[in-house]
Structures are given as C-alpha cells and as structure tokens.
C-alpha cells in the first residue's frame, strides 16, 4: 500500500455536496489517508423530477447540487475523520477569506486545495448563436475568479506544506456546445502554469487534473451507450480515478511535478 505521506495534513475541497462527485469521492480519499478534511460547497438549485433521481441522470444530479454535504458528512463520521463542512460561495473574496480564516482557526494549517466546484448552464446557452452576458459571468464567476481567489488566499496563507490541485475537464481546448465552460477550464489550465512558475519559490505545486466523462450521476443509460465508444479504454471514468490522481499530486511523491495538466480520461479527448 502506498504511503502518500497525508497523515494530519489538511486539505480544502471546493465542490463536495455530490455523494457521487469528483469532491466528495476526493476528501473521502483523502481522510482514508489519514488527512483533516475541509468540505466546502454551495447549493445549486435546479428543476428536477424526484421520481426519477433513483437512478443516474441529470435529475439525480441536480438532487445532489441543490442539497448539503450531510450524506459525505455521515461517511466521514463513520471513518472517525476530522473535518469541516462549510457552506459558501467561492466566487465572493470575502467569503472565500472567511473560509481560510474559519480552516485556520480549527486546524492551524491549510496544505492541499483541490479546486473542485465549478458551474455550467443546462439551458443550452452556452453557444455562440445563443450565449448570454449571464451565461459568460457565471462560468467565470466560479470557475476561474473563484478558483483564483482560493489559489491567492492558499499562497498568502501557506504552511510548509503547498499542493495546489485544480479540476479541468478534458475537452476544455475545444468544447463545442458548451464554449464557456470550456474557455473557463482552459483559463484555469493556463493559470495552472502560470501560478507554479509563480510559486515554485515556496515549495508549492500547482497541477490540474482533466477528467473525461466521469459518473457524477449525470450519465443515464442512454447517454453512457453514446459515450463509451468514443472512451478508447471503453468505460466511464469514475470519481475514484480522479480521487486517486489528485492523492498522488497532493503527496510527498509528486513533490517535483508542478505546472501539469493531466487527463484522466482514459484516452477520450486526447
């Protein structure tokens, strides 16, 4: 079994309300590693049919968004986990300031940020022929401004101990259909680069993980049969193989890989 050497280190996760995501499955990860863990998440609200969130689909997954982290909650009680749940809104600067000032206050330290939440519009707005103003600012409300906010206050607040892990997606060169979003992760992939030649200097490493299609909940049936083909691996990611990239990033193993960006995609969108 490796030894990620995570013990006792804290890690802040944006993005973990979702039993199924990226985030939760990540700070699960992580307190197995033995790691005090940050929740942090804001619910997003969206029409969905309850009869139909027993299985994964959009309405299940919009269930998910819109409620708290209580199901990751419970999971983390029964693992004896230290950790902190905090409601709020990292594209607000002095929310996300409160956030650091509230992990700090608990736990002394913030090691690893795993940049995790993210929004996308689910009206079929996000093209060229149909984008809006609203549609521009949120994706990047959230996805870079919030996401850089978190870097800036992790770097300002640094321990001797720097993993910074952004979530891309893999399509974000070219994501037709969904062009904002895509531009937003691409962004962030850029600022990935950028802020570890920047923060190199204090031992900190920033990398960014690209997952392809990954059951969140969203995939129902019909869509995993469409996307699978184009996997050249021939199955969905799951949020327990992006869980287990980031660990390694977020590990003393990694210590000199910085400015990375890799998909875990199993080969879709190289």
């Known amino acids: 079994m490796i030894n990620y050497g995570l013990k006792d280190r804290v890690a802040l996760i944006t ?3 979702n039993p199924q995501g990226i985030g939760a499955t ?6 197995r590693e033995g790691a005090k863990v ?4 804001k619910k997003i609200f969206r029409p969905f049919d309850t009869s139909k969130t027993d299985q994964n689909g959009v ?3 919009y269930q998910s968004n819109a409620g708290n982290a209580d199901v990751v909650e419970s ?3 029964e693992m004896n986990a230290d950790y902190l749940v905090l409601e709020s809104d990292i594209s607000n600067e002095d929310a996300v300031k409160e956030i650091y000032s509230t992990v700090i206050e608990r736990f002394g330290r913030v090691d690893v940020l795993v940049n995790n939440a993210a929004v996308d519009d689910e009206n079929g707005f996000d093209t060229i022929e149909k984008i809006t103003q609203d549609v521009i600012d949120n994706a990047f409300a959230v996805n870079v401004r919030g996401s850089l906010l978190m870097m800036r206050e992790f770097v300002n607040r640094r321990s001797d101990y720097g993993r910074i892990v952004n979530i891309s997606t893999d399509a974000a060169q070219v994501f037709a259909g969904q062009i904002t979003y895509g531009a937003s992760k691409a962004t962030l992939e850029a600022l990935t680069r950028s802020i570890a030649l920047e923060v190199g200097k204090y031992g900190i490493t920033v990398n960014c993980v690209a997952p392809g299609p990954t059951q969140t909940g969203w995939i129902d049936a019909e869509l995993e049969k469409a996307v699978v083909p184009i996997i050249p691996m021939g199955k969905l990611i799951q949020p327990e193989d992006i869980a287990e990239t980031i660990l ?3 590990s003393k193993q990694a210590r000199y890989l910085t400015g990375q960006v890799i998909k875990v995609s199993g080969g879709h969108a190289l």
């Open 38 to 41: 940050v929740l942090v998440y």
């Open 248 to 250: 390694f990033l977020a």
């Open 59 to 61: 309405d299940r997954y």
């Open 26 to 31: 990540t700070a699960l990860a992580f307190a």
């Open 15 to 17: 993005g973990a309300n």
């Open 75 to 77: 999971k983390l009680k």
